[in-house]
Nanobody, 121 residues
């Protein structure tokens, strides 16, 4: 069973920065999509940013020019650098992988347990 382990959440003041990381507990055979989602209090989970296997990135409009997603293929890790944080960025952030853990397995989706990011005024 693969686990995704997030780190880097915490409390920061508005205008500050935080970096999140996500690592898999075992290597994947292949990953075609990796990303970060978030769930603000009382709201639904939403996509923050994603990156495909060929490095194509996609960021939600509400974080463009503030957040940057990157990946380390060799380590099967992804990172989210969050700058100019706002109170409305307060949420639980989840990492997401879509891939195969072995060539004989089917493509599955994997989620981290979530890490809290709180931005104070």
């Amino acid at each position: 069973q693969v686990q995704l382990l997030e780190s880097g959440g915490g409390l920061v003041r508005a205008g500050g920065s935080l970096g999140l990381s996500c690592a898999a507990s075992k290597r994947f055979f292949s990953i075609d999509l990796m990303g970060w989602y978030r769930q603000p209090p009382g709201k639904q989970r939403e996509l923050v940013a994603s990156v495909t296997s060929d490095g194509t990135t996609n960021c939600a409009d509400f974080v463009k020019d503030r957040f940057t997603i990157s990946k380390d293929d060799g380590a099967n890790t992804i990172h989210l650098q969050m700058n100019s944080l706002k109170p409305e960025d307060t949420a639980v952030y989840y990492c997401y992988y879509r891939g195969m853990t072995a060539y004989w397995n089917s493509v599955n989706e994997y989620w981290g347990q979530g890490t809290q990011v709180t931005v104070s005024t």
